[in-house]
């Protein structure tokens, strides 16, 4: 087995709709604004599978699920992982760990922390670690514009 470093990122602005959730990691954050995107916009979720897609040689979330496309259209990302999970284990690939950093003023993570990470690894099957951070007031993020994450996953491969 080959051990393949992958690195995904992900930024998502706030919505003005009231009606849009706010779901990070699978994780709902009730009474919290909502991110705009095509699918959910969950910012981790999106970050993760491009970590676990690239290193595998299996393109980016773009590529795989495209925002033209109307079938993606209020997407789950949690469904979106487990598809991109599926094409990792076809080519052999397996999850060996995951961290993140969630950069956002708005909300505060630690209260949900946990409970992501407990989704994240169990959608994975491996340990998914988070880290919440603020932009200390700096840059788009700062103005509580919106929230950005990075993710880097360790995946073995068949060499």
């Keep these: 087995m080959s051990h393949r ?21 699978g994780v709902l954050f009730p009474g919290e604004r909502g991110l705009i995107g095509h699918s959910d ?37 949690m469904e979106l992982l487990a598809e991109a999970l599926v094409r990792l284990q076809a080519v052999g690939g397996s999850v060996v760990n995951i961290d993140t950093t969630i ?11 946990a409970a992501m990470q407990a989704r994240m690894t169990e959608a994975v099957g491996a340990p998914v670690t988070i880290k919440g951070k603020r932009a200390e007031s700096l840059g788009a993020i700062g103005r509580t514009e919106g929230i950005a994450c990075w993710a880097i996953a360790l995946i073995e491969v068949e060499a």
């Design 41 to 77: 916009a969950d910012v981790l979720t999106h970050a993760v599978i491009d970590a676990l897609l690239s290193p595998a040689g299996l393109g980016d979330i773009g590529e795989l699920f495209p925002d033209t496309d109307p079938d993606h259209a209020g997407a789950d990302s």
């Design 5 to 25: 470093i992958g690195h995904g990122f992900d930024v998502h602005a706030f919505s003005a709709d009231p009606d849009r959730r706010l779901v990070i990691g």
């Design 103 to 113: 950069v956002a003023e708005q909300p505060k993570i630690a209260p949900k922390k």
